[in-house]
């Protein structure tokens, strides 16, 4: 896929370093392990100057702190946005360390690993800098899209290449000892021994993420493009069985919880002719009678380019209020 560039937004006007803008943003970021998405988000959660580039664009040698202070400078500087920024807020698909100012280990981007981005960033920046997980940027999204208010427990699953959860409780990730909690993708199948990238073996996540609809192309659907296989395929026993262990996932954790709120998304669920009726039947079914059952409200979500970005946005917005550091900037 090209690398896309949008300019977007009513609050900008075209000059020599790309566009001035109007008031006060927010640098939203996404990194993925394929693709780095980027924008500057405002107080209405609108993304001007949106860019989608491969990740291997921005992080192309063995320090990658560095590639990404040198790609940030740049960008800012080609669109003017170097005395409009207020804070840094980037979502990555990694484990981090409790205090959200470390990126642990995150497996599918090279050389990332025991990390101090907050610091490095804010010494070179000298604006506030925030970090949480992907899942957690996607959370504030959805939340905000549908309108959810922030009491109580809430919680998110999200269905990609793995599986991403989020347990927000009165609007707060639960972050656990660690900074590793709501790793639901990691709960141990009886019967299976596949390898997992996070070293142990027979994770969920590998038979009810998309690693497990790839594999099934590669060995079993042959000449079925992987965004065609719910289409072809969709009535076939295997992913009937893929279908029900999502939702044996989701169920999991809603008998555990009880939550106000069951958030449903990611590529999988996104997937065209993805059988959305049959998985809120199967989460039904395998969530305890009467209750939770009979007061769950579940909500399934979309993906966009943008979601992660603004949700970067928000979360930092949240916190700039919170630490009481945001001055006299526009809310």
Same mark, same amino acid.
């Given at each position: 896929?090209?690398?896309?560039?949008?300019?977007?937004?009513?609050?900008f006007?075209?000059g020599?370093?790309?566009?001035?803008?109007?008031?006060?943003?927010?640098?939203?970021?996404?990194?993925?392990?394929?693709?780095?998405?980027?924008?500057?988000?405002?107080? =209405?959660?609108?993304?001007h100057?949106? =860019?989608?580039?491969s990740?291997?664009?921005?992080?192309?040698?063995?320090?990658?702190?560095?590639d990404?202070?040198?790609?940030?400078?740049?960008?800012? +500087?080609? +669109?003017?946005? =170097?005395e409009?920024?207020?804070?840094?807020?980037?979502?990555?698909p990694?484990v981090?360390?409790r205090?959200?100012?470390?990126?642990? $280990?995150?497996?599918?981007?090279s050389?990332?690993?025991?990390?101090?981005?907050?610091?490095s960033?804010?010494?070179?920046?000298?604006?506030?800098?925030?970090?949480?997980?992907?899942?957690?940027?996607?959370?504030?999204?959805?939340?905000? $899209?549908?309108?959810l208010?922030?009491?109580?427990?809430l919680?998110?699953?999200?269905?990609?290449?793995?599986?991403?959860?989020?347990?927000?409780?009165?609007?707060?990730?639960?972050?656990?000892?660690?900074?590793?909690?709501?790793?639901l993708?990691?709960?141990?199948?009886?019967?299976?021994?596949?390898?997992?990238?996070c070293?142990n073996?027979?994770?969920?996540?590998?038979?009810?993420?998309?690693k497990?609809?790839?594999?099934?192309?590669?060995?079993?659907?042959l000449n079925?493009?992987?965004?065609?296989?719910f289409?072809?395929?969709?009535?076939d026993?295997?992913?009937?069985?893929?279908v029900?262990?999502?939702?044996?996932?989701?169920?999991?954790?809603?008998?555990?919880?009880?939550?106000?709120?069951?958030l449903?998304?990611?590529?999988v669920?996104?997937?065209?002719?993805?059988p959305?009726?049959?998985?809120?039947?199967?989460?039904?079914?395998?969530?305890?009678?009467?209750?939770?059952?009979?007061?769950l $409200?579940?909500?399934?979500?979309e993906?966009t380019?943008?979601?992660?970005?603004v949700g970067?946005g928000?979360r930092?917005?949240?916190?700039?209020?919170?630490?009481?550091?945001?001055?006299?900037?526009?809310f």
């Amino acid at each position: 896929m090209p690398d896309l560039i949008l300019k977007t937004g009513v609050s900008f006007a075209e000059g020599k370093g790309g566009i001035f803008m109007q008031e006060h943003y927010i640098l939203g970021m996404d990194i993925g392990g394929t693709h780095f998405r980027i924008g500057a988000v405002d107080r =209405r959660d609108q993304v001007h100057v949106f =860019r989608k580039v491969s990740v291997k664009k921005v992080f192309h040698s063995k320090d990658p702190l560095e590639d990404l202070k040198e790609y940030l400078a740049d960008y800012m +500087e080609q +669109e003017g946005l =170097r005395e409009s920024v207020d804070a840094i807020s980037i979502g990555f698909p990694a484990v981090l360390n409790r205090e959200r100012t470390v990126v642990l $280990q995150a497996p599918n981007v090279s050389y990332m690993e025991n990390l101090p981005v907050v610091d490095s960033l804010k010494r070179c920046f000298d604006i506030p800098v925030y970090i949480d997980r992907d899942v957690c940027m996607a959370v504030h999204y959805d939340m905000r $899209q549908l309108g959810l208010p922030e009491k109580g427990i809430l919680i998110g699953c999200y269905f990609g290449t793995g599986i991403g959860n989020v347990i927000c409780m009165d609007g707060r990730p639960l972050l656990g000892k660690d900074g590793a909690a709501g790793e639901l993708g990691h709960i141990p199948v009886p019967g299976r021994s596949e390898p997992c990238g996070c070293g142990n073996t027979g994770c969920m996540e590998n038979i009810a993420g998309g690693k497990y609809l790839a594999k099934l192309c590669a060995e079993v659907y042959l000449n079925t493009p992987i965004s065609d296989i719910f289409t072809k395929h969709g009535q076939d026993s295997q992913l009937q069985d893929f279908v029900d262990r999502i939702a044996m996932t989701v169920a999991l954790e809603i008998n555990i919880l009880n939550p106000d709120y069951v958030l449903v998304g990611g590529g999988v669920t996104n997937m065209k002719d993805f059988p959305l009726p049959l998985l809120t039947e199967k989460i039904h079914s395998h969530v305890r009678k009467p209750y939770p059952d009979k007061s769950l $409200q579940l909500f399934f979500t979309e993906d966009t380019d943008v979601k992660c970005v603004v949700g970067a946005g928000i979360r930092a917005r949240n916190a700039l209020k919170d630490t009481d550091i945001a001055g006299g900037l526009q809310f």
